[in-house]
């Protein structure tokens, strides 16, 4: 079946470091890609979205390109900031009715 | 302004009793679900409604009730069949379009079973 793998945390990064986090899938077909975010006790919120191969989602600074090639969708961002501090998740949809995602990355930036 | 709301936020329940959480949308969408996030876990489906009237299981139903009356509305009982029911659940909607649409989070009902 369909499955997210996410690499691991938590990932501490000094204020103004460059970020990534990896993220490659299993999927048949051609599914839709996510990044979501979640801040403390606080619900998920769509970070940025590609729908299909080579396309590039980007939202706040954040960017992420659907790599059918390798099955990836790394996270990227060139300066984070105290503020991105959350728990970031990547996730897929191919069937329109649920998303499968990965286990969540926690980041955690200090000033 | 549009968007999902849940309630309540913080919930509390004895073991053997049943609760229910509230998940409402303002946004029109046809598609509703629930999630359950445990600690250093992703997200995993409980049950999901693409319609009024109708829903289906996700991976991990047993335990949980859902009803569909109303296209805005999809509640979800935690029954005391669940046998770890404390965790953070998580309603979304989406439009449902049939293709792979973006969902939308609401904030979250945090159980806790004393």
């Known amino acids: 079946g369909d499955s997210v793998t996410q690499m691991e945390g938590p990932v501490t990064l000094s204020e103004e470091a460059f970020l990534t986090i990896n993220c490659t899938y299993t999927?048949?077909?051609?599914?839709?890609l996510f990044w979501y975010v979640q801040y403390p006790g606080e619900g998920l919120q769509l970070l940025l979205k590609?729908?299909?191969?080579?396309d590039k989602g980007s939202n706040k600074g954040f960017e992420a390109t659907y790599r059918k090639e390798t099955t990836s969708f790394h996270l990227e961002k060139g300066s984070v900031q105290v503020s991105d501090s959350a728990v970031y998740f990547c996730a897929l949809s191919n069937s329109g009715y649920a998303l499968n995602f990965g286990k969540g990355t926690s980041l955690l930036v200090t000033p | 302004d549009g968007g999902i709301t849940q309630s309540p936020k913080y919930l509390f329940r004895k073991e053997g009793q049943n609760v229910t959480l509230s998940c409402e949308q303002n946004l029109n969408h046809d598609a509703m679900y629930w999630y359950r996030q445990d600690p250093g876990q992703g997200l995993r489906l409980i049950y999901y409604s693409q319609i009024v009237n109708d829903f289906q299981k996700g991976d991990i139903a047993e335990g949980y009730s859902v009803s569909r009356e109303k296209k805005e509305s999809f509640p979800l009982t935690v029954t005391s069949a669940q046998k770890n029911p404390t965790a953070f659940y998580l309603c979304a909607s989406s439009p449902y379009t049939g293709g792979t649409d973006t969902q939308y989070f609401g904030p979250g009902t945090r159980l806790t079973v004393l």
């Open positions: 590609a729908t299909k191969a080579d």
């Open positions: 999927a048949t077909g051609y599914p839709s």
